[in-house]
């Protein structure tokens, strides 16, 4: 049962473009989620989150997000870099109690020079 | 400076064989994690432990056996490997034990079982 989804297995966007990640969730219960980029044969590193009590949160060229009613967020990247090349994971938890991320399947996401 | 680290980075071993995993995190943190990323890419947890106490076991089968000898160290023995046991896996660490505390991930192990 995959509560987290990202039907995108992967993307390509020009170098200087908008980048737009998506992310479905199922449960309810669901009110913190963040976003992870890995690189090959690295760990998944940290990029961003945001509470449901939010619907945006923004760092940098990093926006993510939230359409509680929808359960879905995304994640903007602006303007894209070749750098930014990599697995994108949005992850999600409930803050009541389990204590743990449900992680989706990750979009590749290719920018082009 | 290494957050988590993790040893060994590739581990290609046999059928039946008994094999274990290290990880250390120099962050200071109280809880760990085991996570096990398999072909289809689910990265899915298995284990976690805060203060050395296990805190989340997710139906992993008993031939996995995570030992946390302090708050810097969670080592994950596996026994009798099976094929189905090839996959990469994480181990990461969190300041504490809450949904909403970001974790930090080593390298990953992978593991082949020939």
């Known amino acids: 049962d995959q509560q987290v989804k990202q039907n995108s297995p992967s993307l390509s966007v020009q170098e200087g473009r908008i980048s737009i990640l998506n992310c479905d969730y199922t449960?309810?219960?669901?009110?913190?989620f963040l976003w992870y980029k890995k690189y090959p044969a690295e760990g998944p590193t940290f990029l961003i989150s945001?509470?449901?009590?939010?619907d945006k949160n923004e760092d940098g060229r990093f926006t993510v997000f939230l359409n509680k009613s929808a359960k879905h967020l995304s994640l903007h990247i602006v303007p894209s870099q070749p750098g930014d090349s990599a697995v994108y994971f949005c992850?999600?938890?409930?803050?009541?109690?389990?204590?743990?991320?449900?992680f989706g399947t990750g979009t590749r996401l290719k920018v082009l020079a | 400076d290494t957050a988590v680290s993790q040893t060994p980075k590739y581990l290609v071993t046999q059928m039946g064989n008994d094999k274990s995993i290290k990880c250390e995190q120099n962050?200071?943190?109280?809880?760990m994690y085991w996570y096990k990323q398999d072909s289809k890419k689910f990265l899915k947890i298995m284990f976690s432990?805060?203060?050395?106490?296990?805190?989340i076991n997710e139906t992993v089968p008993n031939r996995f056996s995570p030992k946390s000898p302090d708050k810097a160290h969670l080592n994950l023995h596996i026994n009798s490997l099976e094929l189905g046991d090839s996959a990469v896996y994480f181990c990461?660490?969190?300041?504490?034990?809450?949904?909403?505390?970001?974790?930090?991930f080593g390298p990953g192990t992978r593991l082949t079982v020939l």
């Open positions: 990461a660490s969190s300041q504490e034990l809450a949904s909403s505390d970001t974790q930090y």
């Open positions: 449960n309810s219960m669901f009110d913190y």
């Open positions: 945001i509470s449901s009590i939010k």
């Open positions: 992850a999600a938890s409930s803050t009541s109690g389990t204590y743990k991320y449900i």
């Open positions: 962050l200071g943190h109280d809880t």
């Open positions: 432990y805060n203060n050395k106490e296990l805190i």
